[in-house]
């Protein structure tokens, strides 16, 4: 469910999920960037809610089509 937090595991799994080489969305944050974090930055990004709420956006929108 959307009203759930998101999990560590999810938010990994959508970041495996997104495409290299895609125009990035409004965030300006591309796939290959977020592919490259390594585990520190990875836990700043879980904590940065903003950014987590629109990197699943993206995922999910993605997902969809």
């Given at each position: 469910?959307?009203?759930e937090p998101i999990r560590r595991?999810?938010?990994r799994r959508a970041i495996r999920k997104l495409k290299k080489s895609k125009a990035p969305?409004?965030?300006a944050i591309e796939?290959?960037?977020l592919h490259s974090?390594?585990?520190r930055m990875f836990e700043?990004?879980?904590e940065n809610t903003f950014v987590l709420e629109s990197v699943h956006?993206?995922?999910s929108v993605t997902n969809a089509h």
């Open positions: 469910s959307l009203a595991g999810e938010l969305g409004c965030d796939a290959e960037m974090l390594n585990s700043h990004l879980f956006r993206r995922v």
